[in-house]
């Protein structure tokens, strides 16, 4: 079942970063839904590699400095930031059970979730 999930966030993830290559950016209901599904994922998951996917995804959606303008820009960056500490404990519980290359995936992922969040809220204010 985690393997499944991995692969909606994928595909969601998808959507998402086709709308936020558009220029000018212009965030429509799809790309809100694609938003608001990753940042529930990052979250809420229970699984290690669905949250290490989901994080990267959102990552991923909001990179381009066009989504700067994205209304909800704000309140995902807090739930990015929240999710980071949990995040970065259950990757070290999961350590032992993690096969190395998906460990490495999710620190690489952990470790650029705070610069991620530090670069866009710079940008914002």
């Given at each position: 079942e985690p393997d499944?999930?991995?692969?909606?966030?994928?595909l969601i993830s998808l959507r998402a970063q086709q709308?936020?290559?558009?220029?000018?950016?212009?965030?429509?209901?799809?790309?809100e839904q694609a938003v608001a599904f990753l940042a529930e994922a990052?979250?809420?998951?229970?699984d290690v590699?669905?949250?290490?996917?989901?994080?990267?995804?959102?990552?991923?959606?909001?990179?381009p400095d066009g989504t700067d303008a994205f209304p909800g820009m704000a309140?995902?960056?807090a739930g990015i930031d929240a999710a980071a500490a949990d995040f970065g404990?259950?990757?070290?519980?999961?350590?032992?059970?993690?096969?190395?290359?998906?460990?490495?995936?999710a620190k690489e992922v952990y470790l650029n979730l705070r610069r991620f969040v530090k670069y866009k809220?710079?940008?914002l204010a």
């Open positions: 499944l999930r991995c692969n909606i966030v994928g709308t936020a290559a558009r220029e000018p950016f212009a965030a429509d209901a799809s790309y990052a979250g809420g998951s229970s590699m669905v949250q290490t996917e989901a994080l990267d995804a959102l990552v991923d959606a909001l990179a309140a995902v960056l404990a259950k990757i070290k519980r999961e350590r032992a059970r993690l096969a190395q290359d998906a460990y490495m995936h809220r710079a940008r």
